[in-house]
C-alpha cells in the first residue's frame, strides 16, 4: 500500500509541475530563438558589449534548462517524464537541479510537494531497508540450520550481502552508464556515488544526451536503482557506525 | 521515542563520553574536519579553474579577432563551450571575473554543502582527483556529520524541550500531552520565523535580483538539503565582502540543519504522533516500544535509531519475527 501511496504522490507531483512549467518554458524557448535570429540578422562586426549581453541571455536562459538547440531529451524539459525525475529528485533530496521551477507557483507547489514527500521517502526508505534485513537474517537463519554454523551465518551473510550491494548499486551500474551515456567508468562511479548519497550535484545528469536513443526501460530501471541504492546505503551507514562501537 | 533514541548506537556512544570535553571535541573535529576538506579543495582545484578560465579568455579574444561576418557554426561552437563553462560556474563575463569559484571560503562552503547533502552544484570538482577526494571525503564525512549532528541535537533537545515541557507539567498542572503539543506548536513557529523568514527577508536584501519569494524557496530547499542550486547566495556580481557572506551562510546552514533536527526531533515526542507512524510498519518484532524517527534530511538518520535497535534485540534474542499489521498488538505495545 505505502509503496502506491508513494508511486501516486510522485506522479501527481510530475503532472501538476508540467502543467505549470511547460508554457513558461515554451515562451522562454520562443524568446530566445527569437533574439538569436536578430543577432544573425545584423552580422557585421559584433561588439563586445552586445555580444556579452547576449552571452548572459543566454547563460540565464540555459540556467534555467533552456538551450538554443532545438532538441533536448525528455529528461531534459518539463514533460511528464521529466517533472517525474525532477519530483524523484526533489522527495529523495537529491537535488540535480538541471531543472529547477521558474515560476513562482512551480516553487511554491515545490515547496510544499517536498514538505511532505521527504517525510514520505523517509518511511519508505525505511521501509525497504527493514525488508532488505530481513532476507538477510532468513537468509542467515537458512545457512545455520543447514550447516550448523551458529554465529558464523549470520556473519558471513551481512558481509555477502555488503558485497552484493556494494556489485549491484556502485560497482555495476557505472557500465551501464558507459554503454548508454558514453561515460568513462570512473564519472559513471562518480555519478552513482554523488546520487546515492543525495548529494546531486547535477554536473552528471542521466537522459540527458540528445543524441542518444535511450530504450523504454532504462527509466524506471534507474528510479529502482535509486530507490534501492538509498535504502542500501542507510543500511550499510548504519553498520558502520554500529562497528564504532 | 525515548527507548529508542536509548537503543541507538549513536546516542550509546555519545552517552558513554557524557563530559563536556569530549562533544567539545567532537564539535572541534568537525570543524576542523570542515576546514581541511576545504583546504584540500582549494588547493586542488583553484589551479585547474585557472587554466579554464585562460583557456576561455584566449577563446573569446580570438572570437573577438577575427569579428567580420561570423558564421553560424563559428557562434555556435563558441556557445557550447560557453555553456559547458557556466556548466562548472566559470563565466567569461568580464565583471563576473571577480567571483573565484575554489578560493579558501568558497570551498567551506562547498565542503559544508558536501558533508549536509545539500550539493548545490553551483561548483562542482572539476579535475579528477577532485572528484575522487569528494567521494573519499563524503564516505568518512556523511556518517560523521550524522554522530555529529545526533549529539548536537540530543543535548539542545534536553535544553529546549524536555526541560520546559517538564517545568509546565508540574508548575501549571496540565497534563503532559497539552503541554506537550503546545510546546512543539510554538517550537515550530518559532523556527520557522527564524530559520525561514528572517533569512528570506535577508537574503532578498542582500542579493539583487531576488525577491522575498525566491528568498524563501532557496531557504527551504537549503535546509530540507535538496540543494537544487538553481539560487546560490554571494555569486552575484561584485558582491561586497564575499568571503564573509560566504562564511555566514555555511553557518547559517549547519545552524539551520540542527533547528530543524530539534524541531522534528520534538514532533516525534508527541504521542499521539507514534500511534499514526504505527500504521506503516511491516512487522514488530519486540515488546518494547519502537519509533521510527522520522528526521527530514539525512538519509539514514532515522533509520539508525530504528533498526539498530532492532539489530540489537534481534542479535541477543535470536527468536523468529512476529509480523503483526493490527493497530492493537501495537497500542498494547505501546502502553507498556
Redesign the interface.
Known amino acids: 500500500v505505502l509503496l502506491a501511496v508513494y508511486v501516486g504522490y510522485l506522479g501527481m507531483g510530475a503532472a501538476v509541475l508540467q502543467a505549470l512549467e511547460r508554457p513558461a518554458e515554451v515562451q522562454a524557448a520562443q524568446l530566445l530563438l527569437r533574439e538569436y535570429w536578430k543577432l544573425m540578422a545584423n552580422h557585421s562586426c559584433l561588439q563586445g558589449p552586445a555580444l556579452e549581453r547576449f552571452i548572459e541571455g543566454i547563460i540565464q536562459a540555459y540556467k534555467s534548462g533552456v538551450t538554443l538547440q532545438g532538441n533536448t531529451t525528455s529528461l531534459g524539459r518539463w514533460d511528464f517524464s521529466g517533472s517525474f525525475f525532477f519530483s524523484i529528485s526533489a522527495i529523495t533530496t537529491i537535488g540535480y537541479g538541471n531543472l529547477s521551477p521558474s515560476t513562482a507557483g512551480g516553487r511554491i507547489f515545490c515547496i510544499v510537494f517536498a514538505l511532505f514527500g521527504i517525510p514520505l521517502n523517509l518511511v519508505l526508505l525505511n521501509e525497504i531497508g527493514q525488508l532488505m534485513l530481513l532476507g538477510v537474517q532468513h537468509c542467515a537463519r537458512r545457512l545455520e540450520e543447514v550447516f550448523h554454523w551458529q554465529n558464523k551465518a549470520s556473519f558471513l551473510m551481512k558481509t555477502c550481502a555488503l558485497v552484493t550491494g556494494l556489485l549491484l548499486f556502485l560497482l555495476l551500474p557505472p557500465l551501464l552508464f558507459s554503454e548508454k551515456e558514453g561515460w568513462s567508468y570512473d564519472e559513471g562511479f562518480y555519478y552513482s556515488f554523488i546520487t546515492l548519497s543525495t548529494i546531486g550535484f547535477g554536473d552528471y545528469v542521466i537522459g540527458m544526451n540528445p543524441d542518444q536513443a535511450y530504450p523504454s526501460w532504462y527509466k524506471n530501471v534507474i528510479s529502482l536503482w535509486i530507490l534501492f541504492g538509498m535504502a542500501w546505503l542507510a543500511l550499510v551507514i548504519k553498520f558502520c557506525i554500529n562497528i564504532l562501537e | 521515542m525515548l527507548q529508542s533514541l536509548a537503543g541507538s ?2 546516542v ?2 555519545v552517552e558513554q563520553h557524557r563530559s563536556a570535553w569530549c562533544f567539545a571535541l567532537l564539535v572541534l573535529g568537525y570543524l576542523l574536519y570542515l576546514v581541511f576538506g576545504a583546504v584540500v579543495f582549494s588547493s586542488v582545484e583553484l589551479p585547474y579553474e585557472d587554466l579554464l578560465r585562460q583557456e576561455l579568455g584566449k577563446l573569446k579574444q580570438r572570437f ?1 579577432e577575427d ?4 558564421s ?1 557554426q563559428q ?2 561552437q563558441f ?1 557550447v563551450r ?2 559547458e563553462a ?3 560556474g566559470v ?4 565583471n563576473a571575473s571577480g567571483n573565484w569559484n575554489w578560493d579558501f571560503t568558497s570551498s567551506l562552503f562547498f565542503a559544508s554543502t ?1 558533508l549536509s ?5 553551483h561548483t ?1 570538482p572539476l579535475s ?1 582527483g577532485g ?2 577526494f ?2 573519499i571525503y ?1 564516505v568518512i564525512g ?2 560523521f556529520t ?2 555529529f549532528l545526533t549529539a548536537v541535537v540530543q543535548r539542545i533537545i534536553v535544553y529546549v524541550t524536555r526541560r520546559p515541557v517538564l517545568y509546565f507539567h508540574i508548575r501549571w498542572g496540565f497534563s503532559k500531552q497539552v503541554v506537550a503539543i503546545i510546546h512543539a506548536m510554538v517550537l515550530g513557529f518559532v523556527t520557522v520565523s527564524c530559520f525561514f523568514l528572517i533569512p528570506a527577508a535577508i537574503f532578498s536584501v542582500l542579493e539583487d535580483d531576488w525577491n522575498f ?2 528568498s ?2 532557496f531557504c ?2 537549503s535546509l ?7 539560487y546560490v547566495p554571494g555569486e552575484g556580481y561584485n558582491q561586497k565582502f564575499r568571503e564573509l557572506y560566504k562564511i555566514g551562510i555555511t553557518c547559517y546552514l549547519l545552524m539551520g540543519l540542527i533547528a530543524m533536527l530539534v524541531v522534528l526531533e520534538t514532533f516525534c515526542e508527541l504521542h499521539e504522533l507514534k500511534k499514526f ?1 504505527k500504521l ?1 510498519y ?2 514488530k518484532d519486540k515488546e518494547e516500544d519502537q519509533v ?1 524517527i ?4 539525512q ?2 538518520f ?3 535509531s ?3 535497535a ?2 540489537k534485540d ?2 541477543k534474542a535470536n527468536e523468529p ?1 512476529v509480523n503483526s499489521q493490527s493497530p492493537t498488538s501495537n497500542d498494547s505495545s505501546l502502553n507498556n
Do not use: W
Open positions: 548506537s549513536c550509546r556512544l573577438l569579428h567580420a561576418c561570423l553560424e557562434l555556435e556557445l560557453v555553456l557556466s556548466n562548472y563565466s567569461v563575463l568580464s558536501v547533502t545539500t550539493g548545490y552544484g562542482v579528477d572528484k575522487a569528494c567521494i563524503s556523511i556518517p550524522l554522530l519569494l525566491e524563501f524557496y527551504f530547499i530540507s538539503t535538496i540543494g537544487l542550486g538553481d507512524r506503516f511491516v512487522k521510527h522520522m528526521e527530514h534530511d538519509l539514514s532515522s533509520s539508525i530504528d533498526q539498530a532492532s539489530m534481534d542479535q519475527f
